[in-house]
């Protein structure tokens, strides 16, 4: 078992649709959680980061940890066509390296 | 402020070459890590530089090395070229490590043929 799960996808939505994507992890040691956007042929964005459980807002974008049962989400309001990217989820222990997520390809369609 | 900068942008080696990839960080930005990206496994940490010092490394083989220069800019090496080190290698700078998240470059395409 990996240490970080996230779908592959890919995940297809219709333009203003309510996106969710989730990672899963095994490891109760994990404190700091990112999530990045990847863009075709581009590197890794960093979207937001969230220290420990609760919610965190950022404009379209809510990033949510439930450290009690290893899960965090990121949900996207009024999803936009150049939403449609890969996204990773991330997470570290504190020890400045992350593990990171396979990445969830996302398809906002018009 | 300038971004994080790879070169070259793509790259094409063959089979027992070597190859340097060169990464110049965030202006004071004092952690540098590389990773390499592949459909298959995703990304995977090779090794972070700190303040010229390799502070954390990946489980990769001795033929992937690096260093870190008095200015922060980095450096990777990977010697005897393999069929399987195809792949996207990506810098990330950051301030202290990736505790708050990474700034990426836009990677260094290598194909090995």
């Known amino acids: 078992q990996k240490e970080v799960e996230q779908d592959p996808g890919p995940l297809s939505v219709p333009e203003g649709a309510i996106v969710s994507l989730n990672c899963t992890y095994s490891n109760s040691a994990f404190q700091y959680f990112m999530w990045y956007r990847q863009y075709s042929r581009k590197g890794p964005e960093l979207l937001m980061y969230t220290y420990s459980s609760g919610n965190k807002e950022d404009g379209r974008f809510t990033a949510q940890v439930d450290k009690s049962s290893k899960y965090i989400s990121l949900f996207i309001r009024d999803s936009q066509p150049s939403d449609s990217a890969t996204y990773l989820c991330?997470?570290?222990?504190?020890?400045?390296?992350?593990?990171f997520g396979r990445g969830t390809s996302l398809i906002v369609h018009p | 402020k300038a971004g994080v900068t790879q070169t070259p942008r793509y790259l094409i080696k063959t089979r027992g070459q070597q190859v340097t990839l060169s990464c110049s960080p965030i202006?004071?930005?004092?952690?540098v890590s590389w990773y390499q990206q592949t459909p298959g496994q995703g990304l995977q940490f090779l090794f972070e530089y700190f303040s010229e010092t390799q502070r954390n490394k990946g489980n990769f083989p001795g033929r992937f090395s690096g260093r870190q220069f008095s200015n922060s800019r980095s450096e990777m090496n990977v010697s005897t070229l393999e069929l399987g080190d195809s792949a996207l290698y990506l810098c990330a700078s950051s301030l202290e490590g990736g505790n708050y998240g990474y700034t990426f470059g836009s990677g260094t395409r290598l194909t090995v043929v």
């Open positions: 991330a997470m570290t222990r504190g020890s400045y390296i992350p593990t």
């Open positions: 202006s004071g930005h004092r952690s």
